[in-house]
């Protein structure tokens, strides 16, 4: 698909709201949104997972290989089970990664910064909370496997960063225990 088709056909999917199958160009499977706002670099989307909403994933658009509106039995579950009349959209300005950090330092919560690749030894991850935002990169604290807060801070640039995630099951159930 083109860049262009792509953004059409998410853009076309906020206001509706539609249900929406993306491939990444660094993951062999399809995740699934409801796109909520989008500017010409990123989309803002509610995680559709196995039926509920798991938090919110911001994402490029240059990383989508395919997308494609969602219809039939999966939407009539999702709509029978009433998911949809939780979303609501959080007020982040999506412009590029400097505007996202920017709001998101705004609120008190933990998010998911990643780096993703088909190859293994490339894919970064970080869990925790904003420091700094900077014109190029962000300041960030985060937390190990364990829990425990490090005592480095991860300098991120934004030229690497592939999605960022807040309000998902993960980063809230963990936050709660460290």
Not at 102 to 122: A, R, T
Not at 137 to 144: A, C, G, L, R
Not at 145 to 155: H, L, N, S, V
Request: net charge negative.
């Amino acid at each position: 698909m083109k860049k262009t088709e792509i953004i059409e056909l998410i853009k076309s999917a906020i206001n509706t709201p539609k249900l929406c199958s993306v491939l990444f160009k660094y993951d062999y499977n399809y995740e699934y949104f409801f796109p909520l706002i989008a500017s010409d670099k990123l989309f803002l989307g509610a995680v559709e997972d196995d039926f509920i909403l798991n938090g919110f994933s911001i994402r490029r658009f240059c990383d989508i290989k395919k997308a494609e509106i969602k219809d039939g039995k999966l939407l009539e579950i999702i709509n029978s089970e009433g998911i949809l009349k939780n979303i609501k959209t959080p007020d982040i300005n999506i412009t590029d990664w400097h505007s996202v950090f920017e709001s998101l330092s705004n609120f008190d919560f933990n998010i998911i910064i990643e780096k993703e690749s088909l190859v293994y030894d490339e894919c970064e991850f970080a869990i925790g909370k904003i420091e700094k935002v900077l014109k190029t990169k962000v300041i960030f604290k985060h937390f190990d496997a364990d829990g425990i807060w490090q005592d480095e801070y991860y300098e991120i640039p934004y030229s690497q960063i592939t999605s960022v995630t807040f309000g998902a099951r993960y980063v809230d159930v963990f936050s709660k225990y460290v």
